[in-house]
Structures are given as structure tokens and as C-alpha cells.
């Protein structure tokens, strides 16, 4: 039985520090790829009490609802359209300050203020996407960025 999720007070980093080494017993020797997303999300919501957290996996061309912790999402985005769709077509992490002045945001839920989206990219190829709101303006920045990349890595 995997250990509660705890981290220390204090800032971003630190927490961030403390959930690695969780995530990763969470995920060690467990091969299913869904499994291993719902538990992410599941810690990161836990510990940052983000407004959502969730994955996205391609499916037959399409971004398609994978495992995720918060209010009801888009169950489908398009290639290259919205945050999410964006970030799969390009292949690299956004981090969007205001979601209203995103070209193109598909409002899931009006309480999310800003965003971050991070690829899960194999084989030179983008697979799903972590996706994650807020309801603060600015509230992702690049030790987000630098951390959420790297529990990316640890899903296979």
C-alpha cells in the first residue's frame, strides 16, 4: 500500500521536491499507463489543491478525457485547437497567465482563471497531455513548468 502524500510547508519548490520521490513509489513497477495517470493526478491535486488536474491521451486523432481530479471537463479537443490542443501540436509545455486572452480557450469551466499544459511526448511523438487550471490569475510559472516536465517523464 503506497504511503500518504505529505509535504512540508513551504514554497512551490520544496513541495514540488518532497512529492517527487512519492510519485515515483506510486508508480514503480505498475506498467498501466491509466493507472499511473490517475495516480499523478490524484497526488497532485492532494498536495497543491489545483482546481483541476487531469490527462488527456490521443485517440484516433483527438485529445480524449483520461483520468483526472476536479469539476466535469471537455471529454474531446481537437488537434492544434484550445490550450491543450495547442500543446500537443507544438509539442511543448504552455503556461497561459489568463486563459481569457488565449486565442482560441475552450472555456471547460469558467472558474479557471489560468493554465498550464505539459506534453507527454514518446518516441518523438506527443501521447497525452497534462493538463492543469487554476482559478488564480498567473498562477503557474517555470518551477511548474520544470517540475511537472519531469513527473511527465515518469509516466510510461
Not at 502524500?5 to 506498467?31: D, S
Not at 482560441?104 to 511526448?121: D, M, Q
Request: include cysteine.
Amino acid at each position: 500500500m503506497a504511503e500518504e502524500l505529505t509535504v512540508k510547508k513551504g514554497g512551490k519548490e520544496e513541495m514540488y521536491e518532497a512529492l517527487l520521490p512519492q510519485i515515483e513509489g506510486l508508480l514503480a513497477g505498475e506498467p498501466d499507463t491509466i493507472a499511473n495517470m490517475a495516480n499523478v493526478a490524484a497526488a497532485l491535486k492532494q498536495v497543491f489543491d489545483f482546481f483541476w488536474t487531469g490527462f488527456y491521451v490521443v485517440k484516433d486523432g483527438v485529445l480524449v478525457l483520461a483520468p483526472f481530479q476536479g469539476p466535469v471537463a471537455c471529454t474531446r479537443i481537437t488537434y492544434g485547437k484550445g490550450v491543450c490542443g495547442t500543446a500537443w501540436k507544438e509539442a511543448r509545455t504552455i503556461i497561459v497567465p489568463d486563459v481569457d486572452k488565449f486565442p482560441g480557450h475552450i472555456a471547460c469551466n469558467a472558474a479557471s482563471r489560468s493554465e498550464i499544459v505539459v506534453p507527454l511526448v514518446r518516441a518523438g511523438k506527443v501521447v497525452a497531455v497534462l493538463d492543469i487550471d487554476s482559478n488564480y490569475l498567473n498562477y503557474f510559472d517555470d518551477t511548474d513548468a520544470k517540475y511537472l516536465e519531469r513527473i511527465c517523464l515518469l509516466i510510461d
